[in-house]
């Protein structure tokens, strides 16, 4: 698995389990703790939303030059905005948030394993 679609099952993963948590804090009537958890939701999205809108903006600024950049800047906008959507839509609702949780962690972990291995592999074949 590359380096680049790592961190996007990373980054999906993470996502996945900040929405479990907050689905079991729910469930325990952990009310602040539930809505700290959207509130991260919320606040994660925002970094593909203002780079949506940085891609719209730079589209519509240069549209005026030449039209295809236009182009390429609403579909980047419209690539974040999209990202942005995904870390806020909508989940299925797990019968036990806790194993999925569990599972989740444990994917995480055996990434981050792998990650670590790779890194010594190279340090050993860069210091031999």
């Not at 939303?49 to 295809?68: A, H, R």
């Not at 906008?77 to 999209?82: A, H, N, R």
């Not at 839509?89 to 394993?113: C, G, H, R, T």
């Amino acid at each position: 698995m590359s380096k680049y679609s790592q961190g996007i099952k990373s980054r999906r993963l993470k996502t996945l389990w900040l929405k479990y948590t907050g689905v079991e804090h729910f469930n325990k009537n952990e009310d602040l703790q539930g809505h700290a958890c959207q509130t991260g939701l919320i606040y994660s999205s925002l970094r593909e939303l203002i780079k949506g809108l940085i891609w719209i903006s730079l589209g519509l600024l240069f549209q005026s030059v030449y039209s295809m950049l236009g182009i390429i800047g609403f579909i980047g906008g419209i690539y974040y905005l999209f990202l942005a959507l995904g870390q806020v839509q909508k989940i299925e609702i797990p019968k036990n948030p806790a194993e999925a949780i569990q599972s989740i962690e444990a994917q995480l972990d055996e990434m981050e394993l792998n990650k670590s291995s790779k890194k010594d592999a190279q340090t050993a074949r860069a210091s031999s």
